[in-house]
């Protein structure tokens, strides 16, 4: 049976994290700026933030096999906290590598809310709704991507974002000031927020929820270990398709303001660029929506491979194109993005039993393509400009076609394996 207060608590959880993740793509050309920095280096504000996720799964997934979903949740909300309340010391600075130092906390907090509460969702319900009640979910958490930029951005991007040579023009003591007063501009946005993150962990604490293991996973006797999950092909390939999905995503948000001000493109200023990324998380928001109803009727597999190919043809347009339709082509990306997070999570944890907390594990350090995919992309970007650099994401989306229609598919042994009743999941308040 499902549990509704779970479910909308959980949620609220994704609508957080997803909006606390696209305030990087206001932070890009905001430290950029402050900073003076080319684009490879401001990618390091990605490759901070999705780093984490390599680095911090796996303990991550120790707390919760320990502590069980209900208090890793907990636990991820008040390392979050202190990660965006670090931001006032860094911006009082103001220092980059404080600011990333930040963004690696905050990021190791999301790490552990993503490796707890994906495949929590997932086990509040029956197995074969999984794939539409992961992407209602995401929904919410594309909700979050949608308002935060729209809200809390154009807090961050307050004053006019000037060029290099405009800085370059001050005297130092011009300078200084400049970059003090737009590093100031995050301090209360993130102590804001610090302060929500906290009193949501007091709620979920609070609130009773059932902390759910699987009964085998909780026994000593049994002991799986990161091998043993990746034998099973539809989860190493899933693993690498999280890693495309999400370095994909990421690499697009990450330089859709500073494309969308490019001259021949919208010529935008940041300021307002940023409230068009409203178009692109709200486009996943939407999908997710329809995602969800399609996949109570469609194969979501093909579902998947369907969206990755339109993905493809909008990144070619976007490449080949100028003005208003090379901007709204990549803008529309989001639309098509919407249902792949979750249905490659849940494709990829299909069948494995007392290895989901192991494989949810593996799936959530995989988004270190966050980190990288947006590094890549910056290089590229540095020597052939913005537009043609979105290459990079686009290899991306054709390795999520191949995966979605042969890789996600499970083996006969798993589907005979299958036919074998699983242990239900324990409950505890």
């Given at each position: 049976?499902?549990?509704?207060?779970?479910?909308?608590?959980?949620?609220?959880?994704?609508?957080?994290?997803?909006?606390?993740?696209?305030?990087?793509?206001?932070?890009?050309?905001?430290?950029?700026?402050?900073?003076?920095?080319?684009?490879?280096?401001?990618?390091?504000?990605?490759?901070?933030?999705?780093?984490?996720?390599?680095?911090?799964?796996?303990?991550?997934?120790?707390?919760?096999?320990?502590?069980?979903?209900?208090?890793?949740?907990?636990?991820?909300?008040?390392?979050?906290?202190?990660?965006?309340?670090?931001?006032?010391?860094?911006?009082?600075?103001?220092?980059?590598?404080?600011?990333?130092?930040?963004?690696?906390?905050?990021?190791?907090?999301?790490?552990?809310?993503?490796?707890?509460?994906?495949?929590?969702?997932?086990?509040?319900?029956?197995?074969?709704?999984?794939?539409?009640?992961?992407?209602?979910?995401?929904?919410?958490?594309?909700?979050?991507?949608?308002?935060?930029?729209?809200?809390?951005?154009?807090?961050?991007?307050?004053?006019?974002?000037?060029?290099?040579?405009?800085?370059?023009?001050?005297?130092?003591?011009?300078?200084?000031?400049?970059?003090?007063?737009?590093?100031?501009?995050?301090?209360?946005?993130?102590?804001?927020?610090?302060?929500?993150?906290?009193?949501?962990?007091?709620?979920?604490?609070?609130?009773?929820?059932?902390?759910?293991?699987?009964?085998?996973?909780?026994?000593?006797?049994?002991?799986?270990?990161?091998?043993?999950?990746?034998?099973?092909?539809?989860?190493?390939?899933?693993?690498?398709?999280?890693f495309c999905y999400v370095g994909a995503e990421v690499a697009i948000g990450s330089f859709l303001i500073n494309y969308m001000a490019e001259p021949e493109i919208g010529g935008l200023s940041e300021a307002a660029a940023s409230r068009f990324l409203a178009f692109y998380w709200g486009g996943a928001m939407v999908g997710r929506f329809i995602g969800a109803a399609l996949m109570t009727k469609i194969d979501a597999r093909k579902l998947l491979g369907f969206a990755a190919g339109m993905v493809c043809l909008l990144l070619v347009v976007t490449m080949t194109t100028t003005g208003s339709v090379a901007m709204w082509s990549a803008l529309a990306v989001g639309l098509f993005n919407s249902i792949m997070f979750p249905t490659i999570f849940t494709t990829a944890i299909e069948r494995l039993g007392t290895l989901t907390s192991k494989a949810s594990s593996l799936l959530v350090m995989a988004i270190v393509g966050g980190a990288i995919i947006p590094l890549v992309q910056g290089a590229l970007a540095d020597r052939i400009g913005i537009q043609h650099a979105f290459v990079v994401p686009l290899v991306c989306y054709v390795y999520i076609i191949w995966y979605g229609l042969r890789g996600s598919r499970l083996s006969g042994a798993e589907l005979a394996a299958a036919a074998t009743p699983a242990p239900r999941p324990s409950a505890m308040h």
């Amino acid at each position: 049976m499902s549990n509704p207060a779970a479910i909308a608590v959980v949620s609220l959880i994704f609508f957080t994290w997803g909006g606390l993740t696209s305030l990087n793509d206001v932070l890009i050309p905001h430290l950029k700026a402050v900073f003076s920095m080319n684009y490879a280096q401001t990618m390091l504000i990605q490759f901070t933030f999705f780093g984490a996720y390599f680095l911090m799964s796996m303990p991550a997934g120790a707390v919760v096999a320990r502590v069980g979903y209900k208090a890793g949740i907990v636990i991820g909300l008040v390392i979050a906290a202190i990660g965006a309340a670090m931001f006032y010391p860094a911006a009082r600075l103001p220092s980059y590598p404080v600011f990333l130092t930040a963004l690696f906390v905050l990021a190791s907090g999301i790490t552990l809310l993503q490796v707890a509460a994906n495949p929590y969702i997932s086990l509040l319900g029956r197995p074969e709704t999984s794939h539409s009640r992961l992407n209602l979910a995401q929904a919410l958490n594309s909700l979050g991507t949608t308002v935060f930029p729209l809200l809390i951005g154009p807090l961050i991007l307050v004053g006019a974002v000037l060029g290099a040579d405009e800085i370059a023009a001050m005297g130092a003591a011009e300078q200084a000031a400049y970059r003090a007063a737009e590093a100031r501009s995050v301090e209360m946005p993130y102590l804001l927020l610090s302060g929500g993150l906290l009193l949501m962990a007091v709620f979920v604490l609070l609130m009773r929820i059932p902390s759910l293991r699987d009964s085998t996973e909780a026994s000593p006797a049994v002991h799986h270990t990161y091998l043993e999950a990746l034998r099973k092909p539809h989860l190493r390939w899933g693993v690498l398709g999280i890693f495309c999905y999400v370095g994909a995503e990421v690499a697009i948000g990450s330089f859709l303001i500073n494309y969308m001000a490019e001259p021949e493109i919208g010529g935008l200023s940041e300021a307002a660029a940023s409230r068009f990324l409203a178009f692109y998380w709200g486009g996943a928001m939407v999908g997710r929506f329809i995602g969800a109803a399609l996949m109570t009727k469609i194969d979501a597999r093909k579902l998947l491979g369907f969206a990755a190919g339109m993905v493809c043809l909008l990144l070619v347009v976007t490449m080949t194109t100028t003005g208003s339709v090379a901007m709204w082509s990549a803008l529309a990306v989001g639309l098509f993005n919407s249902i792949m997070f979750p249905t490659i999570f849940t494709t990829a944890i299909e069948r494995l039993g007392t290895l989901t907390s192991k494989a949810s594990s593996l799936l959530v350090m995989a988004i270190v393509g966050g980190a990288i995919i947006p590094l890549v992309q910056g290089a590229l970007a540095d020597r052939i400009g913005i537009q043609h650099a979105f290459v990079v994401p686009l290899v991306c989306y054709v390795y999520i076609i191949w995966y979605g229609l042969r890789g996600s598919r499970l083996s006969g042994a798993e589907l005979a394996a299958a036919a074998t009743p699983a242990p239900r999941p324990s409950a505890m308040h």
